[in-house]
């Protein structure tokens, strides 16, 4: 089983809007990630938490706010963002550093 | 950032005829990962390599790792109209398995 679980599906917003996109991953992975990805470009790493702390952010704006609150799960808080912000969020993990990362499926976001 | 570069941007292909596309940096790198995206999906993992000049085959795709450990490819054989998808390669560095660095994409397109 490589299954990452990304909830909702698609997600529309507006900027003064508060959201939370979701992940679960139940492979005992201890590495999970965010990305965002633009349309035809590669991802981009925002966030990687390892054994359920944070251990690298991308200098992110801070109306994205990561938490993870077991090791089966990841959550990406969403607050006052832009429309450039539309994009597709992925989910990612993998057993260990340099080991081969899992996606889910996305999350397309679209901020009006 | 750093970044590989993958070629070629993109492809237009006959049903049944090979495809073949590669990754090349300047920098030395430990793993290699190739991936297929689908519009709206995730990457999805389809090669890993660990090892210079290891080859490995899933189906009718074919990735090897190169010897100076600073390129790969991949080859798609008697392609079929579901293989339309861009392809990213991704690398992880020597010395630093904290991020992986990605290609730009392959898009391919398959002409039944």
């Known amino acids: 089983d490589t299954e990452v679980t990304q909830t909702p599906k698609h997600l529309v917003m507006g900027m003064t809007n508060k959201k939370s996109l979701k992940c679960e991953q139940h492979m005992g992975h201890r590495a999970m990630y965010w990305y965002k990805q633009k349309a035809k470009k590669p991802p981009e790493l925002m966030f990687v938490y390892s054994y359920e702390k944070l251990s690298i952010n991308e200098s992110v704006p801070s109306r994205f706010s990561p938490e993870c609150p077991n090791s089966s799960l990841l959550n990406l808080h969403l607050h006052a963002l832009q429309p450039e912000d539309s994009a597709l969020y992925l989910c990612?993990?993998?057993?260990?550093?340099?080991?081969?990362?899992?996606f889910g499926s996305g999350t397309q976001l679209s901020v009006l | 950032g750093q970044q590989l570069n993958q070629s070629p941007q993109s492809m237009f292909i006959q049903e049944g005829e090979d495809v073949s596309m590669n990754c090349t940096s300047s920098s030395i790198f430990n793993t290699w990962l190739w991936y297929k995206q689908e519009p709206g999906e995730g990457p999805v993992l389809l090669i890993a390599l660990y090892k210079a000049g290891e080859l490995t085959s899933n189906g009718r795709l074919t990735a090897q790792f190169g010897i100076t450990r600073k390129d790969s490819f991949l080859n798609i054989s008697a392609s079929i109209p579901s293989d339309v998808g861009i392809y990213f390669c991704a690398g992880q560095l020597a010395g630093n398995n904290r991020k992986l660095i990605w290609g730009l994409g392959t898009s391919l397109a398959v002409n039944p």
């Open positions: 990612a993990s993998r057993r260990t550093r340099g080991e081969k990362l899992f």
